[in-house]
């Protein structure tokens, strides 16, 4: 099968984790070494978050005063190349012989979308509620929002409509034996001006609903979204609620989903498979193999008896 295999943020740094080299390293290392039993067997293309990874370099860019600070298209270009090297490198290292390449990618947005008028990405490390004040009142230009216990910065998160290099991703993949890895932080966000030419855009794109476009534009079998979740649940952190083991697009919308965190992947799935995809799921990241054979995650499907079932 061809595949598009999108890891969140908890692949390469594990909440409340320090931003440090070395920690995100051994946590790609985890991670590709559970997607390298699937590549082994499959066709992949995978992409990844950069929220924290787009947070720092925003950090540093604010403590060096010397130059204007990089805007976010620029910095979302940096973290494909650092996490994209360190995932190449581990995958590698899983499937020695195999070929792995990196696709820097960028994602065409509309400049009049809703979503910069109303910023609800995350990224960045987590705050205080005390630390989040502060930083309040010495970036007046940042937008931070509570986020589960926590508080962290939100940017704007327009949708996706056009994965530029999708030529060119189309060529690789059709090889049949190259592992690909693009769309990080759900590619570099730029539109055209007036004139045709390309601009950058200062926003984040959300990697599943740029994951669900290339999935869709590749034609893939399947689309899988990895976090920190064994399944979706219905409630999730109530007594009542429930684990979900597979649902039509349909039955899937009627639940509340948080719009920074579940909602996007929720979207995307449904997305993916309203267009024709034959399935797509999430799940957790250390359980790629099992969600393949099906014996873990949340799938979504065309046509499920009674619409939705149940762990």
Request: with cysteine; net charge negative; charged share 20%.
């Amino acid at each position: 099968m061809l595949l598009v295999i999108a890891l969140g943020g908890n692949a390469i740094l594990q909440r409340n984790q320090p931003l440090e080299a070395h920690l995100q390293r051994e946590n790609i290392r985890i991670a590709a070494e559970s997607i390298a039993r699937v590549a082994l067997k499959h066709q992949v293309v995978l992409t990844h978050g950069n929220g924290p990874q787009v947070g720092l370099l925003a950090l540093m860019n604010q403590a060096y005063k010397e130059v204007q600070a990089y805007p976010l298209d620029a910095l979302g270009a940096q973290t494909q190349g650092m996490i994209g090297f360190m995932f190449e490198q581990e995958l590698r290292n899983y499937m020695p012989g195999r070929k792995v390449c990196t696709v820097s990618t960028q994602t065409i947005v509309n400049t009049d979308d809703t979503a910069f008028k109303n910023p609800d990405k995350f990224v960045g490390p987590v705050y205080t509620r005390e630390e989040a004040e502060v930083l309040s009142e010495s970036h007046t230009d940042w937008t931070i929002r509570q986020d589960g216990n926590y508080y962290r910065r939100v940017v704007p998160s327009p949708q996706p409509k056009e994965v530029l290099e999708l030529p060119s991703l189309k060529h690789i993949v059709g090889s049949g034996d190259i592992t690909v890895i693009c769309g990080g932080g759900g590619g570099i966000p730029v539109t055209r001006d007036a004139t045709g030419k390309l601009v950058g855009v200062e926003a984040v794109v959300d990697k599943d609903r740029a994951s669900a476009v290339l999935a869709e534009g590749l034609n893939a079998d399947g689309l899988i979204l990895l976090t920190d979740v064994p399944a979706v649940e219905t409630n999730y952190g109530q007594p009542d609620s429930k684990k979900i083991r597979s649902a039509t697009p349909d039955a899937f919308e009627k639940f509340p989903f948080a719009a920074g965190s579940m909602g996007p992947k929720v979207e995307s799935v449904c997305r993916f498979v309203r267009s024709g995809g034959k399935f797509a799921a999430i799940g957790a990241l250390d359980k790629a193999a099992e969600i393949i054979t099906r014996d873990s995650g949340t799938f979504v499907e065309a046509k499920v008896e009674g619409g939705i079932g149940y762990y």
